[in-house]
């Protein structure tokens, strides 16, 4: 197998929380913790997940528009191809480690486009000066050449030669996210990092964005990481999806096979939350509630615990999976102090007369999800008395009965990545039986 053009390695971007008259660091959020991945040569892959899950920052941190923490980008396009480990273990291609003259050759061949290509644009020059500019930059003086590179690449971008002299005010998003294209092509760079390139426009636009996209890929024999919110774009473009959260990527694999063949329940979940124009034919119907905790003080274990549809259930316990869930809700939140008791009498009563601990009771139940009776007597028991505790007003008691009794192997143990056939590998403690992933020669 050929070697990727890129290759990413144990990549951290943590950023430092600061308080106080000193300025003290007192924290940090750790956006991106850990992510490895490689792209091929001519391949698109797609980086997806919520907002807040740390890709915009992924792709900062690769293209070194923010010094990584810590990790390994290693770069193989430029011509660099075939470079070999130092004896001390770095690698002459690990852009974390270039100096000046080498950064500035990568910034040649690797580009990025953004979602608001309005932004990026300066009002009062012309677009074709926008976009000879790096050629400029990277010392092409003859303005005439220039001018005509300029002019071929509008035309290769279903622009106009003469748009050269109009200004961008004159362009729509979807023109303006083209000439964005034609800029971020006008190096001919190896690979393209685009954050979110047609959120920002109409469906129909879209369409016609990503049509242009994968058409320049293949004319330009381009690299692609590509990085959406929205599992339906990352279907129309990507080779290979990797799916990221909370920092860390979860699962990672072919687009179809991810499609057909979800392993990671966050994976299953947001692939759920497609629109499809039928709502009846909805795919799953798992909703992701709530939304991604903070990454300055992430769940332990798999940080997707406390949103799992498929949380594991500790020995010894066998309820409905969705009463489980609703347990683990109302223990997290009675902890939290965020269950308004009076709140809950006050709608009860509004319906009839003064409520009744049961009717109180039954209420918080129905707001869990969690049935009017639990498969299993003794956390159907515990359920109860933390309940009448609750209503009680002993929330810290109720909390720690909770506590107690409800806790999840998914809490305790961080999943490694499994491997489910030769290139999709995902990372969830209920496929911890199987073959372990091989491990990464990078990571030697
Ligand atoms: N400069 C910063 N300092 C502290 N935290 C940051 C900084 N930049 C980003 N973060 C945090 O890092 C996490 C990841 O942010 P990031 O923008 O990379 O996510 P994203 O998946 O790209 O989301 P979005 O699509 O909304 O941009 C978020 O919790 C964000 O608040």
């Not at 748009?163 to 190896?190: C, M, T």
């Not at 279907?235 to 990671?264: K, W």
Request: hydrophobic share 35%; glycine share 8%.
């Amino acid at each position: 197998m050929t070697e990727p053009l890129l290759s990413v390695r144990d990549l951290k971007k943590h950023y430092p929380i600061r308080k106080g008259i000193f300025n003290r660091k007192v924290g940090a959020a750790r956006a991106v913790d850990g992510i490895s991945f490689d792209i091929e040569e001519g391949e698109t892959l797609g980086l997806v997940g919520e907002s807040g899950c740390g890709k915009s920052t992924a792709a900062s941190s690769v293209i070194h528009l923010e010094e990584p923490t810590s990790g390994e980008v290693i770069f193989n396009g430029n011509g660099r191809k075939g470079a070999t480990r130092n004896p001390d273990g770095t690698h002459p291609n690990d852009v974390t480690e270039f100096d000046d003259q080498e950064m500035m050759e990568f910034r040649r061949g690797a580009q990025m486009i953004f979602q608001d290509p309005s932004s990026s644009f300066d009002p009062r020059v012309s677009i074709g000066n926008a976009v000879g500019e790096l050629l400029k930059v990277h010392g092409m003086s003859d303005r005439h050449r220039r001018r005509a590179i300029v002019e071929d690449l509008l035309e290769r971008v279903g622009l106009s030669a003469n748009d050269f002299d109009r200004y961008p005010h004159e362009f729509s998003g979807g023109q303006k996210q083209r000439i964005a294209l034609a800029r971020a092509l006008v190096l001919n760079p190896d690979l393209i990092i685009a954050d979110e390139p047609v959120s920002a426009l109409d469906v129909s636009i879209q369409a016609e964005i990503l049509s242009l996209i994968n058409d320049l890929q293949d004319e330009f024999g381009l690299s692609l990481l590509f990085i959406s919110h929205d599992m339906s774009v990352i279907r129309q473009i990507c080779d290979r999806v990797a799916v990221m959260y909370l920092g860390e990527i979860v699962e990672i694999g072919p687009v179809e096979e991810i499609f057909t063949n979800p392993q990671h329940p966050y994976t299953e979940a947001l692939l759920s939350s497609i629109p499809t124009p039928d709502p009846r034919a909805s795919v799953g119907g798992i909703e992701l509630k709530g939304t991604v905790p903070s990454p300055t003080n992430p769940p332990s274990g798999c940080r997707f615990h406390t949103r799992c549809h498929k949380v594991i259930q500790p020995d010894g316990v066998d309820v409905d999976q969705e009463d489980w869930r609703g347990l683990l809700n109302l223990r997290d939140n009675v902890n939290a102090g965020e269950i308004d008791v009076e709140g809950v009498r006050e709608n009860v009563a509004a319906s009839g007369t003064k409520p009744t601990s049961a009717e109180i009771r039954a209420e918080i139940r129905r707001e869990f999800d969690i049935s009017e009776t639990v498969d299993d007597p003794e956390l159907e028991r515990t359920l109860s008395e933390a309940l009448d505790l609750l209503i009680e007003d002993d929330e810290e008691q109720a909390g720690s009965v909770l506590s107690d009794a409800i806790t999840t192997p998914c809490a305790e143990t961080e999943p490694q990545r499994t491997a489910h056939s030769a290139d999709h590998e995902s990372a969830c403690l209920l496929h911890g039986e199987r073959t372990p992933a091989e491990p990464n020669p990078a990571d030697d």
